[in-house]
């Protein structure tokens, strides 16, 4: 059935529920994350009964798009061509696959593996409060859920310690994670919290833990990254730069991948879109993941993505049920059409 014998009935709203699996704590510049919360989603249905569901891109009245045809707001084959419907980018892509009786993945084109490979985003600063002892059980509590890469906030030492004690502890904790899980791809988020040279004596101290990449340093400055890349360059097995999660500028995020400074750019699930990330992926010089912090069924819509445009190595997992089948260290997505998930 095609898209233009649909005709938009209704847009409404309801609580999407989530958790994680413990309470989330500090980053180098927040306090904790908490538990987990609800967010908004939009239920899209046509006069034909279809429904399509999804966190929006941003709050926004729908009431001008009831009584529009469905083909005028989306063309599968490159995304949301409206810009009033923009804010709806996952409920229409979701109700269009459905119509199409194909996962988001497939209306996409299909160029990545079913199976993504995912870390765990949720290994925060819990040392703070409860020891080394909270990083064990974190690490533990992930490794079991599914996750076999893990990411480790860092920067302890931008706000919540003496700098050289924080410093000392985020090599400590990296040390650890390297020693428990050998075989294990981590990866180390600074959140903007380091300076140049803080950053490369965190490097001396953990040179020989083989990092997957070095995730938002420090602001996007030109001189800093060519400063890191140099450094980079004399390790033996060189980690990744990503960038672009917090308030990119994306050209400029793009400018910097053009020029081998950053390898993998990060726009966010939601903040960038997938109509966005549609558009971006093709111009892209370096590889892509795009940030899904927060909810766990941005974990969902950035294995989609992945599956779907490729160019995309792993992507992030936020440790909760529900939204997402997790299998040895890889999202497992299904067959079933549109996002695969019934709506809440």
């Known amino acids: 059935m095609t898209l233009a014998r649909h005709v938009i009935r209704s847009v409404t709203t309801t609580d999407h529920h989530y958790g ?107 040392d703070l409060d409860h020891g080394l002892e909270a990083i064990r059980t974190n690490l533990a509590q992930d490794h079991a859920f599914g996750f076999r890469d893990f990411k480790l906030k860092i920067g302890r030492g931008h706000r919540w310690m003496d700098p050289l004690a924080g410093m000392a502890r985020d090599i400590e904790v990296t040390r650890l994670t390297r020693e428990l899980y050998p075989d294990a791809g981590i990866l180390v988020d600074g959140n903007d919290g380091f300076t140049l040279n803080g950053l490369l004596e965190y490097l001396d101290g953990v040179a020989d833990c083989d990092l997957y990449w070095i995730e938002e340093p420090f602001p996007e400055r030109r001189p800093d990254l060519e400063a890191l890349r140099e450094r980079l360059q004399t390790m033996t097995n060189r980690p990744k730069v990503a960038d672009g999660e917090y308030d990119p500028n ?65 992507v992030e997992g936020v440790p909760g049920p529900g939204a997402y089948t997790l299998e040895d260290g890889y999202v497992v997505l299904s067959e079933d059409p549109g996002f695969g998930l019934a709506a809440p």
Request: aromatic share 8%.
């Open 20 to 126: 994680y699996l413990r309470t989330i704590g500090r980053n180098s510049f927040l306090g904790s994350h908490g538990n987990g919360g609800k967010q908004t989603v939009y239920v899209v249905e046509t006069d034909r009964g279809a429904t399509g569901w999804g966190l929006p891109l941003s709050d926004a009245d729908p009431r001008a798009l009831i009584g529009r045809n469905l083909a005028e707001l989306i063309d599968p084959d490159r995304g949301v061509i409206d810009p009033a419907a923009e804010f709806l980018d996952y409920p229409l892509h979701d109700l269009a696959a459905r119509i199409l009786d194909v996962p988001v993945y497939a209306m996409l084109g299909g160029h990545g593996s079913t199976r993504v490979r995912c870390y765990t985003g949720g290994i925060y600063f819990d």
């Open 250 to 314: 994306v050209d400029h995020v793009l400018r910097l991948a053009r020029e081998g400074l950053v390898d993998v750019a990060l726009m966010d699930v939601i903040g960038h879109g997938l109509t966005a990330w549609r558009r971006t992926m093709p111009q892209l010089a370096s590889e892509a993941s795009p940030h899904a912090w927060g909810v766990p069924l941005k974990t969902l819509y950035a294995a989609h993505l992945a599956a779907g445009l490729g160019n995309v190595p792993i």
